[in-house]
């Protein structure tokens, strides 16, 4: 079911992007709960998911590292991400390989250092659940037990996430070709109207609907005076930009309710929801006026337009918006035959108004 008028692209994002916030990876998701767990269960001042660049990127777990220690905790643990399984390095003090790093010889002088690799479902490693404490100390096959036991739910997190990071872009992706396929198929390109056929299956609707709530509902013709001598004179390329100049004007004008349709050439329609033949009359009487100002560029010099409209109502008991186009239509040839450049309402009308 088409429906009008359509959703932007940046709105529809937006909601997405709402819906499946925990997801979307926009910005580095908090789960130093889960490291404060970690760190409670084995009485440490430090944890740290230490991630290779990519994840860390959007995913963060940690827990008594600050700012100024980030950098070294990260080095340090960088160390470790050859380990393919449970480490642990009893006194970093006294092993060769670790005594010489700033986070053991210098404040807050760590010691113990243990860790478990991050894997992803097909056991490729990308990162480590790293524990530090700033004394010696030995863990139990029971601890360490516990800790692989932590990495596999921190591990299956981040898998989860990352995968939901990019369902949720194929999601938005998915949203903007739809929503550039629906541009295509119901707008004119030139103008960004709604195209002809767009036009009148939408305002189809509108009928019923006013009937409905017992609310008028108002149709107009408009065209382009002389449109002819300007494609003649001044060159089509001069010709598109009245035409494309034209309907930013109007569409500025109306409603986002309102229906503005290209139905062919310089010709165009309006249905005017809630609106009355006489409120349809100024607002067309603006737009003429609004028109009349502009000035363009062409082969043959600068120029300026006019427009001419028809207005007529949607009567109740009918079940289309023709009826009351071709209504509109005649009002638009006797706006052509008066001269122009002039806002024309249905005989119909006016008897209404008369009355």
């Not at 541009?183 to 189809?204: C, I, Q």
């Not at 002819?228 to 930013?248: E, M, Q, T, W």
Request: with cysteine; aromatic share 8%; proline share 3%.
């Amino acid at each position: 079911m088409i429906t009008y008028p359509q959703q932007k692209f940046e709105s529809i994002k937006s909601e997405v992007e709402q819906r499946y916030r925990i997801l979307d990876g926009s910005s580095a998701y908090d789960t130093n709960h889960m490291a404060r767990t970690v760190a409670l269960a084995f009485r440490v001042p430090m944890v740290i998911a230490a991630l290779n660049e990519r994840y860390r990127a959007w995913f963060s777990s940690s827990h008594g590292v600050s700012d100024a220690l980030d950098d070294q905790v990260h080095d340090l643990c960088s160390l470790a991400n050859l380990a393919d399984r449970f480490f642990q390095v009893e006194d970093m003090a006294e092993d060769q390989y670790f005594s010489g790093e700033k986070l053991v010889s210098e404040a807050p002088n760590m010691r113990f250092f243990a860790g478990v690799p991050l894997r992803d479902p097909d056991g490729k490693r990308f990162g480590t659940l790293c524990i530090l404490d700033n004394k010696p100390r030995v863990m139990s096959e029971s601890d360490s037990r516990l800790l692989k036991s932590f990495a596999g739910l921190l591990s299956n997190d981040i898998c989860v996430r990352s995968a939901g990071r990019y369902a949720v872009q194929d999601l938005i992706h998915a949203e903007e070709d739809k929503c550039s396929l629906y541009d295509l198929a119901v707008t004119d390109s030139l103008t960004g109207a709604l195209n002809r056929r767009a036009f009148f299956h939408l305002t189809e609707r509108e009928v019923p609907r006013a009937e409905r709530h017992r609310v008028p509902l108002t149709a107009v013709l408009f065209d382009i005076d002389h449109f002819k001598k300007v494609n003649d004179v001044h060159g089509h390329a001069a010709g598109d930009d009245v035409i494309a100049s034209l309907s930013r004007i109007v569409s500025k004008e109306i409603r986002e309710e309102d229906y503005l349709g290209r139905l062919g050439g310089e010709e165009f329609g309006l249905i005017l929801p809630e609106t009355t033949p006489s409120q349809a009359v100024s607002l067309t009487n603006r737009l003429r006026q609004k028109i009349k100002g502009l000035t363009f560029l062409g082969e043959g010099g600068s120029f300026s337009i006019t427009v001419s409209f028809g207005v007529a109502a949607i009567d109740p008991g009918e079940r289309s918006v023709h009826p009351a186009l071709e209504r509109a239509d005649r009002a638009l040839y006797v706006a052509k035959r008066n001269g122009r450049d002039r806002v024309e309402l249905a005989v119909e009308c006016l008897g209404r108004l008369s009355a």
